[in-house]
T-cell receptor, first 115, second 114 residues
Framework: GESVGLHLPTLSVQEGDNSIINCAYS??????FIWYKQESGKGPQFIID?????DKRQGQRVTVLLNKTVKHLSLQIAATQPGDSAVYFC??????????????FGSGTRLSIRP | DVKVTQSSRYLVKRTGEKVFLECVQD?????MFWYRQDPGLGLRLIYF???????EKGDIPEGYSVSREKKERFSLILESASTNQTSMYLC?????????????FGEGSRLTVL
């Protein structure tokens, strides 16, 4: 069946270094992908999204890369800061996405920052 | 500041009890969602609603029902709570006119069923 998964459940990064969080998806019909950040005790927050007609999108200190050939998604965080400590979820939606469509979340990667 | 408010952060209930989880959003959003979050399983969609009195089953609707009588309020109901419904429950909303997958989440309701 379809799944949205992660290569690593935890990631430890030195403060100031770049972080790369990876995500694999198996549904080739998915055409819209999203990254969410969940800090401890809070609900997830939208970070950035990308559509399948793109392979890269940049935001503030974050970049999402999409490789449709190998069904792989990554989130890059530049100059990681203590405030980036959180669980990061990738999510996908099927082709023909609308705002009321189901969004399928992965299991999450915990990012911890070493001082 | 936009807000999704869940009425209870922590609840402890007994097996067989009826449980109501309330969610209110102040953004005039058309869409509202209930997810449960369990370690290693991510967020799984229980039900969602794209309009008042409308509801759609998500991936794990069994044992749950929902109510949306007003646009701003979406309630999750456990008719007869069971121990396997011990979980974190997250409510979210989104604009019907949005072209992004941006869901606005509440802070969650952690339910323990004994």
């Amino acid at each position: 069946g379809e799944s949205v998964g992660l290569h690593l459940p935890t990631l430890s990064v030195q403060e100031g270094d770049n972080s790369i969080i990876n995500c694999a998806y198996s549904n080739s019909a998915s055409d819209y992908f999203i990254w969410y950040k969940q800090e401890s005790g809070k609900g997830p927050q939208f970070i950035i999204d990308i559509r399948s007609n793109m392979d890269k999108r940049q935001g503030q200190r974050v970049t999402v890369l999409l490789n449709k050939t190998v069904k792989h998604l990554s989130l890059q965080i530049a100059a990681t800061q203590p405030g980036d400590s959180a669980v990061y979820f990738c999510a996908e939606t099927p082709r023909g996405w609308s705002s009321a469509s189901k969004i399928i979340f992965g299991s999450g990667t915990r990012l911890s920052i070493r001082p | 500041d936009v807000k999704v408010t869940q009425s209870s952060r922590y609840l402890v209930k007994r097996t067989g009890e009826k449980v109501f989880l309330e969610c209110v959003q102040d953004m005039d959003h058309e869409n509202m969602f209930w997810y449960r979050q369990d370690p290693g399983l991510g967020l799984r969609l229980i039900y969602f609603s794209y309009d008042v009195k409308m509801k759609e089953k998500g991936d794990i609707p069994e044992g749950y029902s929902v109510s949306r009588e007003k646009k701003e309020r979406f309630s999750l109901i456990l008719e007869s709570a069971s121990t396997n419904q011990t979980s974190m429950y997250l409510c979210a909303s989104s604009s019907g006119g949005s072209d992004t997958g941006e869901l606005f989440f509440g802070e969650g309701s952690r339910l323990t069923v004994l």
